[in-house]
C-alpha cells in the first residue's frame, strides 16, 4: 500500500512539474491572447489630479500581455498616461482636468474585434472630496537606529505639497530627508521610545496619524 500511494504521490508531483513547464514555455513563446474582458466598470469617474489604474483580463490566462495595446480615445487633453508601459495588462492615468475621455484596450493587429472600452468622467474635486487615508496598520514597529517608511493614500487632486507630515517626539525619529511634504516619507530612528507622526493636508484638519513603536531590537 505504501508503495502504491508512494507512486500517485511522485506521478503527481511530475504531472504538476509537466504543467508548469507547459504554462513557462507559452508565456515565454509568445502566446497571443484570443480573448480579452474587463475588470471593473466600463465608466469611472475620478478628481482632477488623481492617479488611476485600468485593468483587463486576457485568455487564455498564459497569454503574453505583451500583445495588448492601450490608448487614450478621446480627452488627451483631459487625461494621460502616467507611464511609457501601455503595453500590459493594466496601464496607469492621470487625470488633468476636468472633463470625458474614452480609454481603449486591444490586442495587437485586432482592434476592431478585441476591444474594451471605457469612459473616464473627471471631475473638479472640491474641499469635501479631498480626502486621506492611512496605508497600512496605524502602529508602526522599528529597530532602533534603522530606517522606516509611511505612506497615505490621497483622493480629490491633492497636491504633494499640500501634504505636511510632523513628528510629535523628535529625539525618537527624525525625518530622514530635508523635505517633509508628499504622499510617503522616510524616517531614521534614533532610539528605543513611542511617537506619532502626523500627515496634515495643508490648511484643513484634515489628517491621519500614525503611532511609532521604535525597540532596542525588532525581529520582523
Known amino acids: 500500500m505504501k508503495k502504491r500511494r508512494s507512486k500517485v504521490i511522485l506521478f503527481t508531483a511530475v504531472l504538476a ?3 508548469s513547464a507547459i ?3 507559452s508565456a ?3 502566446v497571443k491572447p484570443k480573448k480579452i474582458s474587463r ?5 469611472r469617474t475620478v478628481m482632477v489630479g488623481d492617479e488611476f489604474e485600468l485593468k483587463v483580463k486576457i485568455k487564455p490566462v498564459y497569454a503574453d500581455d505583451d500583445y495588448l495595446r492601450w490608448k487614450i480615445v478621446s ?4 487625461i494621460r498616461f502616467d ?3 501601455t503595453y500590459d495588462d493594466e496601464a496607469d492615468f492621470r ?3 476636468a472633463g470625458t475621455a474614452k480609454v481603449r484596450c486591444y490586442i495587437k493587429g485586432k482592434e ?3 476591444k474594451i472600452n471605457f469612459t473616464i468622467k473627471v471631475k473638479k474635486p472640491t474641499s469635501a472630496d479631498q480626502t486621506i487615508t492611512r496605508v497600512g496598520p496605524a502602529t508602526q514597529l522599528a529597530e532602533a537606529y534603522d530606517d522606516i517608511e509611511l505612506e497615505v493614500k490621497k483622493k480629490g487632486g491633492i497636491a504633494e505639497s499640500q501634504l505636511e507630515w510632523s513628528i510629535a517626539d523628535t529625539d525618537i525619529l527624525q525625518f530622514d530627508e530635508w523635505k517633509h511634504t508628499g504622499h510617503e516619507m522616510e524616517f531614521r530612528t534614533l532610539k528605543p521610545g513611542t511617537t506619532t507622526v502626523t500627515c496634515q493636508i495643508k490648511g484643513t484638519s484634515k489628517k491621519v496619524t500614525f503611532t511609532v513603536k521604535v525597540l532596542a531590537y525588532y525581529d520582523d
Do not use: E, P, Q, R
Open 23 to 25: 504554462l513557462t514555455v
Open 17 to 19: 512539474l509537466f504543467l
Open 112 to 114: 476592431t474585434s478585441t
Open 83 to 85: 507611464d511609457y508601459d
Open 95 to 97: 487625470a488633468l482636468k
Open 39 to 43: 475588470i471593473g466598470t466600463a465608466a
Open 28 to 30: 515565454y513563446t509568445g
Open 75 to 78: 480627452g488627451k487633453d483631459v
